[in-house]
């Protein structure tokens, strides 16, 4: 939409509030909201004031002020704000109007820049499927003498025994057996119906939904794919209606890799490729049905991806999801088929629309606007360097004998290991002014000191298991 239709769109449905949303350095949706008739074609020029200081990563506050400005064609009305439209933002600097660099929709969207600078490519197009848990409740909390947390979820194996008249239907989704249950022991049916319809109403385009393989109510449903920035924008609207669809019908959902232990976590595949003049530039003849740039792509991802953990799984609860035997990839190489590699050549129909590979490795937590740029600018790299993947594993990782692992890098096992591997391999992300190295460096910063620093200071509950009667 343009300005004007988004306003004629505004009297249209009797609109008397606008919602401005944009996302902070880490990875957190925010918002603010002004009433409609602040709203005016100049807006979408001019923007409005934010205090830069007051968010994570951002401004200093001798610079604090920053400009928010609405993105016309981002507007949908939202489902959950009576008589709201709501639109996404990109942050300017208020004095030389300049696009933030640390604003990491302006990311994604110079690395779209780039690519078509290239050459190689006018679209890179992403479809990505996160997974979610939706629980009943969730209570967790630490200070200096105690620390927990409790999960329950009414479909969780672990509630077999209960007596609770609301609990004792004797159905249960048992550990590792999610994968499409039928209802009633699927309880969360009509919960992901109401999502995928309240997407598809707010313009994101839905391919499928179902239960995922965990108990305890672990959930999918599939974006169909589309350019980077318009995907990563789309994940943001997909988080926003799955949290409130589940807070109105009494539960809550978070999108956390790995909030239960021994069984499945939370991942976000991405399925990639590259077009231009609306042709599949990954479809050919070669191993998988793919062209030679695609398997260069390949290369560049694999070769660079201890570094892009750091964007792609960016927390310290995404390495307890990448550990053998619960479907998450955990040795760098590639396959057709085999979902046990870090990246999948997914059997198709002969299409040429539909030829693509899935990075299986980031999670649900990721910034999507950093991920998914820091991915494009991987792949280029592979395909301006040749970059030779190696050769395809069709084997399943999980049963190679430890001599034939050893042939293959394994994935990092720690934040601090991703955050150092980007410390040593990020020139790729600077390429076209994309990252810069200010973005790189608080990165790093911000996750050492406020999460892999805070959770390494503090005592974890099963070390009293371990240790307390030493």
């Known amino acids: 939409m343009t300005p004007k239709e988004v306003l004629a769109l505004c009297r249209r449905e009797e609109i008397r509030a606008v919602d401005l949303r944009f996302m902070d350095f880490p990875g957190t949706q925010k918002h603010f909201t002004i009433p409609v008739k ?11 004031s934010i205090d830069g200081s007051s968010l994570r990563g951002w401004q200093a506050i001798n610079e604090s002020d920053m400009l928010v400005v609405p993105q016309p064609e981002t507007a949908f009305v939202d489902p959950f704000m009576q008589g709201t439209l709501a639109m996404t933002c990109n942050i300017q600097d208020p004095i030389t109007r300049e696009s933030y660099a640390k604003d990491p929709r302006n990311v ?48 969780g194996e672990w509630n077999r025994g209960s007596s609770a008249a609301a609990e004792n239907a004797g159905y249960r989704v048992r550990r590792r057996e999610g994968y499409f249950p039928m209802p009633p022991a699927d309880t969360l049916q009509d919960l992901r119906t109401e999502v995928m319809l309240r997407l598809q109403d707010c313009g994101v385009e839905v391919e499928a939904q179902h239960h995922e393989v965990a108990t305890g109510g672990q959930c999918e449903i599939d974006m169909r794919y589309g350019p980077l920035l318009q995907t990563a924008d789309h994940l943001l609207r997909y988080k926003y209606i799955v949290k409130n669809v589940a807070a109105r019908r009494g539960k809550t959902a978070t999108f956390m890799p790995k909030p239960i232990w021994n069984d499945n976590g939370s991942g976000m595949h991405m399925h990639f490729s590259l077009w231009k003049n609306g042709e599949n530039l990954f479809a050919g003849n070669g191993y998988g049905g793919l062209t030679d740039m695609a398997m260069h792509a390949i290369g560049g991802i694999l070769r660079h991806a201890p570094a892009l953990f750091a964007f792609c799984c960016p927390t310290t609860n995404s390495y307890k999801r990448l550990i053998p035997g619960y479907e998450a990839p955990v040795n760098l190489t590639y396959s057709f088929r085999n979902r046990s590699a870090a990246i999948r050549i997914p059997v198709n129909t002969s299409s040429p629309s539909t030829r693509r590979f899935e990075f299986r490795c980031p999670d649900s937590a990721c910034n999507p606007y950093l991920a998914m740029a820091a991915v494009l600018m991987a792949a280029l790299d592979g395909i301006q360097h040749r970059s030779d993947p190696g050769p395809p594993l069709d084997k399943d990782i999980y049963d190679l004998a430890a001599d034939e692992l050893e042939a293959f890098q394994q994935v990092p096992t720690s934040l601090e290991e991703s955050l150092q591997a980007l410390r040593n391999d990020h020139a790729f992300l600077l390429r076209g002014d994309v990252f810069t190295e200010d973005v790189i460096d608080t990165w790093i910063w911000y996750k050492r000191t406020h999460e892999a620093q805070a959770i390494r200071e503090r005592p974890h509950p099963w070390e009293f298991a371990l240790y307390y009667d030493v």
């Open 38 to 48: 602040a709203l005016t074609e100049r807006s979408f020029d001019e923007g409005f």
């Open 108 to 155: 994604a969207r110079k690395a779209e820049v780039y690519m078509r600078s290239t050459g190689f490519g006018d679209t890179a197009q992403f479809g990505v499927e996160a997974e979610f848990f939706v629980f009943d409740h969730a209570r967790f909390d630490q200070n200096e003498h105690e620390g927990y947390y409790h999960l329950d979820s009414i479909e």
